[in-house]
């Protein structure tokens, strides 16, 4: 089973070297040290390393969750049936929405939620949202929707009641919209930005003009709300005018309203909030109560005194970060609060999704170093409420997978969220209706089991691979090396062939390297190379440089001028920057390897402006993944050049305007499918050259790739282009090969509908219990072999429902067939492209072993075009298994989602991906990821950025986005555009790279350690040393177990207190499970009866070791100043 080698959340020191950072340590004994670290400690380096076996992902998980699941209540789920279903599937926490929910319609969920959960004698949290100063649109006239372009001008009515005004467009025909906010004219200014709808719609301020009449008076307070919020207000209403300059949807009532930046001057509550927290938290003895919008400590601390003042002090207090001013706060806010929620649908707006991956990373992280509980709440499984949503994406997945792995102690899904739907299980093929609870509590499992094992101290080697590396290899490492060192600002390759580029860009240096060369085949195949640039010239050298000269030659001089000023003109490098110059010299036997020398771009030297330029930063061994981030870099407004490239699917119904325009947005290679039949060939052909003529006349220089479609199979065509619409537990007759165009009655068989494929048999392609999927991706139909009738007939039982057409591709994941693994149709449409000189890769489907690659490959040399690199796609198991043989003869993988899918447990594929990536680096070979992203905009655009970050952070070489489905408008497709490469460019920030070494602490506190904290820390090193099963800590007030939690602890926490309130707030702790008595009288009367409860939950077996954590002088570890700690059997 895979198994983490190093998981570890430090805190750095800033430096530009390794050597500075540990000089002054963060983890010195000594205070002075100590202080001078934490003060330049703003970066914030986390590491999750694992070691993921090909075994483990294709194997269910079998760990217990840790990783809490939330549900906020509303319309569609507070029915007894809903709600029941809930605490069935395993909901940890119920949030209720003081904002939208009156406290009467608050206290009838509460009271038949709490009737609901003892019957099932469940002990489950419940948490108020309270009432913070959200914002939104008036009522719309008549309630029609206003339809706004952009460019247009609008004006804004501040009002401070919703009746006052309705938005309506005016008889001049002006959009006059309706905000509800009393002080809308003292939050923008012109050239502010005002969102609607979370970024749909967006307006620029144009001009703020105050009510006549309407002078400013003091504005009472409330009552001990703290003084930073601005006192003032107006007695009537503003006017604003702004003009439209996103318009993707059309303005409703009541829509969420945004200023992004801008901090807003309103208490932290309002009175209905305050009746709330007294009427409604306070009086039904709540587990938690949070403060939204929490901008400062202050806001955190009046809340707390409210609810100290009304009975609620052991009511947990979390505070929500929603804008970059509680960002900017939350060290000094999880000082005051319980925990922190990141809200990601309202910091999407406040600080761009492009950014929220690596911030919920630093904010998981300080909250997990605090001892503090950091929830994730906004856009999770969006989705499954779309009209599409019953089955589950690949990239809300991995949306989870990342949540999971980054160390959230909890996940809060909306009311929006459907329930029962199917939805694709843990085992592709499998008949089970899950809920979105459910499958994100397989998606947290999956996650959780890599993070399983070993945590301790570990020595990061500057390369992933321990083989001993050749002598061109380890002169290529020693460049990326000096490039480091040396803070070199470019690299520059000059040669004719691509290998050694390759070789040195899998070193994932932070400097971009620019390969000069006179073949054009090799600078397109860079164009798939991370940070890799090419320069095609005709002055390169044709010979190569003697050894005996000792310095580049007067023959390189002129091609280095003109390399060393491109770099400088196209911004790639920056004047008077050290550059690594890598020339081919002959040796006396004959060999050719790189020399390296040093040079510097011309101009003035300018100071550089930020340490991440040059990170120092770490690598670890198998299969890694680090962020070393800070809040200044994602407030950068400037960004480095984008070094992850950028693929698209292509296809006829893209059409050439929009191939022009990513073209000149900057795609660096358009991928086509080959399509079955004649007709489909010559319009791929015309595709093809239709793309490359644009290519060259744009002189953008992208590559082409060709993706090939194997041997197909298919279903037959419909009678009339119908469809069959199949349930669970339908049956079908699958038949081969097909002799009517169209869905038959089986003879045998009459009830039953056939299925016709173009098969030539069916008995060998089944196994009993065979799974077959109709169509691609996750929304396939799942079907199982009942039973075979003959040759070419089988049974087969719907597991998955769906809609089957005509022409859909049949996957039989059990089938032991050898694949073809390129067809003969797909052969000949290549080789007519190779012959016109447009193809530069060619990506093959159905890849078995190595074997099919040398075929392909020598098949190519002798039609001369052994210049056409050769990408395996890899997504079954047979293909997994040769990864290493097949990385040795192709130019590199591309691992797509949407396809493996249908291959391996939906909750694998990110680790999946970690996995193929680690070994392409290790091989010193290309790495492409297809995550599933879209430039017609996804259902869920955060779970997409997640997706994003991941796959550069899992140090892809380039992201495949997939095809348009028909005519996207210009301005959407450039949005969307910019949203994938922003996300891109952040994530590079905090990538890393391994031409820099570090030595990782395994501890996640830069402070001196006290008691609590040194026993929690030897027990959890005690239980992974000794290989425990459990923890059981007798925490009366939780503090002892969160020290515990914090540490993430491979195993449960069975956390023993006679306080079933405190028992109930451990459901939001990572890995903490409450096991409530009666009275802790003495540790052998409580210890015996949870190690009993952990049997019958099957966390612990006879014989294994529990971990013991308790007082020394009494029970309770938190009521002693002396805590102890035991390793029993």
């Known amino acids: 089973m895979s198994q983490v080698t190093a998981f570890a959340t430090v805190n750095m020191a800033s430096a530009p070297s390794v050597g500075k950072i540990l000089a002054i340590s963060p983890y010195s004994r000594n205070r002075v040290l100590q202080a001078a670290a934490l003060q330049l400690s703003k970066e914030l380096l986390v590491v999750q390393s694992m070691r993921i076996t090909m075994e483990g992902l294709f194997e269910a998980s079998k760990v217990p969750r840790k990783t809490k699941i939330g549900c906020s209540l509303g319309p569609h789920n507070t029915t007894d049936a809903a709600l029941g279903q809930l605490l069935d599937d395993g909901v940890d926490l119920f ?254 707006v406040e600080v761009g999704s492009d950014c929220l991956p690596l911030l919920l990373k630093i904010m998981i992280a300080k909250a997990a170093s605090a001892g503090k509980m950091a929830m994730v709440s906004g856009q999770v499984m969006l989705s499954r409420s779309g009209s599409q949503g019953n089955q589950m994406p690949p990239t809300d997945i991995a949306d989870m997978v990342m949540l999971a792995q980054s160390g959230a102690d909890m996940v809060i899904l909306s009311d929006m969220d459907p329930l029962g739907r199917q939805v694709v299980t843990s085992k592709p093929g499998t008949s089970s209706r899950l809920s979105s609870i459910k499958q994100v509590a397989q998606a947290c499992m999956a996650a959780e ?45 000059v040669s004719n062939s691509v290998v050694g580029t390759r070789l040195l860009a899998k070193n994932r240096t932070s400097t971009p390297i620019l390969l000069i060369t006179e073949s054009e085949e090799a600078a397109r195949q860079c164009r798939g190379l991370r940070g890799v ?64 020398s040093l040079r510097v771009t011309h101009g003035e030297p300018r100071e550089s402006q930020d340490g991440m330029e040059c990170p120092e930063l770490l690598s670890a061994l198998r299969c890694p993944q680090m962020a070393f981030v800070t809040l200044n870099a994602l407030k950068r407004a400037e960004l480095a050049k984008r070094k992850t490239k950028m693929l698209a699917m292509i296809d006829s119904s893209t059409g050439p305007e929009s191939v022009s325009q990513l073209l000149q947005l900057g795609l660096d290679m358009a991928c086509f499918q080959v399509g079955e039949g004649l007709e489909e060939q010559q319009q791929l052909c015309a595709d093809v050259e239709h793309c490359v003529a644009a290519r060259d006349q744009l002189g953008s220089g992208a590559g082409i790739m060709l993706c090939t479609a194997g041997s197909q199979i298919l279903t037959s065509p419909l009678s009339d282009d119908q469809h069959l619409r199949v349930s669970v537990g339908d049956e079908v007759v699958l038949c081969a090969p097909h002799g009517a165009a169209e869905i038959a009655r089986d003879s045998t068989t009459a009830r039953l509908p056939m299925i016709a494929c173009t098969a030539v048999h069916i008995r060998n392609m089944l196994v009993a219990k065979g799974k077959v999927a109709i169509s691609d991706g996750p929304g396939a139909v799942w079907l199982e072999c009942t039973h075979v009738l003959d040759y070419h007939r089988a ?25 073809v693994a390129i067809s003969q149709s797909d052969l000949s449409t290549a080789s007519e492209l190779i012959a016109k000189g447009c193809i530069d890769y060619l990506s093959i489907s159905n890849i078995d072993s190595a074997e099919d690659v040398r075929q392909i490959r020598h098949m190519l040399s002798q039609s001369g075009a052994s210049h056409v690199g050769i990408i395996a796609e890899v997504a079954h198991r047979r293909a997994l ?39 392409a680096r290790m091989a010193g070979k290309i790495f492409l990821s297809g995550p599933g992203i879209s430039l017609a905009g996804g259902s869920n655009p955060l779970a997409e950025q997640s997706s994003i970050a991941a796959a550069c952070l899992d140090c892809s070489h380039g992201i495949l986005i997939d095809r348009l489905p028909g005519a996207v ?77 914090r540490l993430r602890p491979p195993v449960t926490q069975i956390v023993v207190t006679s306080n079933a309130s405190q028992g109930r707030k451990l459901s939001g702790l990572f890995g903490a499970e409450a096991f409530v008595v009666n009275d802790v009288d003495s540790v052998a009367a409580v210890m015996e009866p949870a190690k009993e409860a952990a049997r019958s939950l099957g966390l612990l077996r006879m014989g294994q070791m529990v971990v013991q954590v308790h007082g020394r002088n009494q029970p309770d570890a938190d009521g002693d100043t002396s805590c102890a700690m035991q390793l029993v059997s």
Request: glycine share 6%.
């Open 95 to 348: 949030s209720f929405n003081a904002s939208t929910t009156s406290p009467a319609e608050m206290q009838s969920v509460l009271n038949r939620l709490r009737v609901l959960a003892n019957t099932r004698k469940l002990e489950v949290a419940t948490m108020m949202d309270t009432a913070g100063p959200g914002t939104r649109t008036g009522e719309l006239h008549q309630h029609v929707p206003l339809q706004l372009s952009v460019g247009e001008e609008v004006h804004l009515r501040g009002e401070n009641d919703f009746t006052s005004l309705q938005s309506i467009r005016n008889a001049e025909g002006q959009a006059v919209i309706v905000i509800f906010h009393e002080l809308l004219a003292e939050i923008v200014r012109p050239g502010s930005k005002i969102s609607i709808d979370y970024g749909r719609i967006v307006l620029t301020v144009t001009e703020v003009v105050q009510a006549q009449g309407a002078p400013r008076q003091k504005r009472p307070s409330v009552p001990g709300s703290p003084s930073h919020q601005s006192m003032y207000q107006h007695s009537g209403s503003c006017s604003i005018k702004a003009q439209v300059t996103v318009a993707d949807a059309v303005l409703k009532s009541n829509q969420a309203v945004h200023f992004p930046g801008e901090i807003q001057p309103c208490p932290v509550t309002t009175e209905n909030g305050m009746r709330a927290i007294r009427k409604f938290a306070c009086a039904n003895h709540l587990d938690f109560v949070t403060v939204s919008y929490c901008q400062a400590a202050d806001d955190a601390r009046f809340v707390r005194r409210l609810l100290v003042d009304h009975d609620g002090r052991n009511i947990g207090l979390l505070a929500k970060i929603e804008n970059w001013a509680g960002i900017d706060a939350v060290d000094d806010i999880l000082q005051e609060a319980d925990g922190i929620i990141i809200c990601r649908d309202n910091l999407s």
């Open 449 to 493: 089991s890599m993070l399983e094992g070993h945590s301790n101290s570990e020595s990061v080697s500057p390369r992933i691979s321990s083989k001993p590396l050749t002598d061109v290899e380890a002169l290529l490492h020693g460049a990326a090396a000096a490039a480091v060192d040396c803070s070199a600002g470019l690299v520059v390759v």
């Open 533 to 596: 640039h090419a320069l095609v010239t005709t002055s390169v050298p044709t010979t190569r440089v003697s050894m005996s000269s000792l310095n580049c030659g007067d023959e390189c001089e002129p091609v280095l001028e003109h390399a060393l000023n491109h770099a400088v003109h196209t911004g790639l490098c920056r004047e008077a920057m050290p550059v690594i110059v890598l020339v081919e010299q002959e040796t006396p036997d004959g060999r050719f390897i790189p020399s390296i």
């Open 795 to 819: 049974v087969l039982t719907v597991t998955q429902a769906g809609t089957i057409r005509g022409d859909q591709r049949l996957t039989f994941p059990d089938n032991k067939e050898v694949h």
């Open 881 to 919: 298994a040769d990864i290493n043989h097949i990385l040795r003869e192709a130019d590199g993988i591309i691992f797509q989602a949407s396809k493996a899918v249908l291959h391996m447990p939906a909750e694998s594929i990110p680790m999946a991906q970690r996995w193929l990536a680690t070994k």
């Open 969 to 1045: 408008h210009p301005r959407q497709i450039e949005a969307a555009w910019t949203s994938v490469k922003w996300a891109l460019q952040r994530a590079e920030i905090a990538g890393c790279h391994p031409s820099a070494t570090q030595y990782i602490r395994d501890a996640v506190t830069i402070k001196m350690q006290d008691g609590p904290e040194a026993i929690a820390y030897a027990a959890v090193r005690a239980c992974i040393d000794s290989e425990a099963a459990l923890i059981i800590t007798i925490s009366q007030t939780g503090h002892t177990a969160a020290l515990i939690a």
